[in-house]
Nanobody, 115 residues
Framework: QVQLVESGGGLVQAGGFLRLSCAASGRIDSINAMGWYRQAPGKQRELVATVTSDGSTNYADSVKGRFTISRDNAKNTVYLQMNSLKPEDTAVYYC?????????WGQGTQVTVSS
């Protein structure tokens, strides 16, 4: 089992920034990738960014150049630095940890960007 605890969401004006954190515990040695997804009201959950255990990253086109995902293996934590936020970034952001058997999800943290 892997447990994920997210933090860092909140309310910010358009053009502002936030940093999300996701701390993993439990069978962290089994994790081969972590990432962030988001779900806006009335929409499906979508990929934001992922980072593998070897540091390879992947971003949704809508956040490229504005968001940066990073991973601190010593702290078992993944971060999402979100700059130049737009109202359309408003969503619940979920942390994901993957191993070969299962996808683990955090409880979600709300990000609201006002115009």
């Amino acid at each position: 089992q892997v447990q994920l605890v997210e933090s860092g969401g909140g309310l910010v004006q358009a053009g502002g920034f936030l940093r999300l954190s996701c701390a993993a515990s439990g069978r962290i040695d089994s994790i081969n990738a972590m990432g962030w997804y988001r779900q806006a009201p009335g929409k499906q959950r979508e990929l934001v960014a992922t980072v593998t255990s070897d540091g390879s990253t992947n971003y949704a086109d809508s956040v490229k150049g504005r968001f940066t995902i990073s991973r601190d293996n010593a702290k078992n934590t993944v971060y999402l630095q979100m700059n130049s936020l737009k109202p359309e970034d408003t969503a619940v952001y979920y942390c994901l940890a993957k191993n070969i058997w299962y996808n683990y999800w955090g409880q979600g943290t709300q990000v609201t960007v006002s115009s």
